[in-house]
């Protein structure tokens, strides 16, 4: 199965930041991953698909990179509402795997 | 708009069976594959299980491998996860999700609990 780890495992950062996370692959998936946001007692929402591609209505201040085994997850200016945990996901091959997760507080 | 909505779960005791349910609306149920996905309190998000758009095809997690099964009702728009011999290392939030540009609908969520 296709290992994801993230980085880092939890941030803290204040409204206006510009946070970024990062996902590892453990074999090339190509751009085959998708970014979700979770929220507690809610279900993830797609944020990033096809590792770059935004969501239909997800905010512009979020975008996606990478392809191979890197990818990142940047929000450009971070807003009291992108609170959360988030979530790698690769489509490349079954098992689908997430990554362990990323827990953004808003300081 | 487009949803998921599930039912069943609970608290049901090892080695016993149960059955999620999933039911969709406003879009076309029978062109989309659709996902089991997991969260155990506290815990990251696990891939359960998936069926093709017109059944012929499923995939299933190692860890469910054998104990659960997929199917789904495509006149009834009705997806569906039985469970069997549940092991307390079963309990979970269990999610119905669809495929189109990865996940992009989520059910609620209905909670799973194994314990004696």
């Known amino acids: 199965a296709i290992q994801l780890t993230q980085s880092p495992s939890s941030l803290s950062a204040s409204v206006g930041d510009r946070v970024t996370i990062t996902c590892r692959a453990s074999q090339g998936i190509s751009t085959a991953l998708a970014w979700y946001q979770q929220k507690p007692g809610k279900p993830p929402n797609l944020v990033i698909y096809d590792a770059s591609s935004l969501q239909t209505g997800v905010p512009s201040r979020f975008s996606g990179s990478g392809s191979g085994t890197d990818f990142t997850l940047t929000i450009s200016t971070l807003q009291p509402e992108d609170f959360g945990t988030y979530y790698c996901?690769?489509?490349?091959?079954?098992?689908?795997?997430f990554g362990p997760g990323t827990k953004v507080d808003i300081k | 708009q487009e949803q998921l909505v599930q039912s069943g779960g609970g608290v049901v005791q090892p080695g016993r069976s149960l059955r999620l349910s999933c039911a969709a609306s406003?879009?076309?149920?029978?062109?989309?594959?659709l996902h089991w996905v997991r969260q155990a309190p506290g815990k990251g998000l696990e891939w359960v299980a998936v069926?093709?758009?017109?059944?012929?095809?499923?995939f299933y997690a190692d860890s469910v491998q054998g104990r659960f099964t997929i199917s789904r009702d495509n006149s009834k728009n009705t997806l569906y996860l039985i469970m069997n011999s549940v092991m307390p290392e079963d309990t979970a939030v269990y999610y119905c999700?669809?495929?189109?540009?990865?996940?992009?609908?989520w059910g609620q969520g209905t909670m799973v609990t194994v314990s004696s």
């Open positions: 996901q690769q489509f490349r091959s079954f098992p689908l795997t």
């Open positions: 999700t669809r495929e189109l540009a990865n996940f992009d609908i």
């Open positions: 406003k879009f076309s149920f029978n062109t989309y594959n």
């Open positions: 069926i093709s758009h017109d059944g012929s095809n499923k």
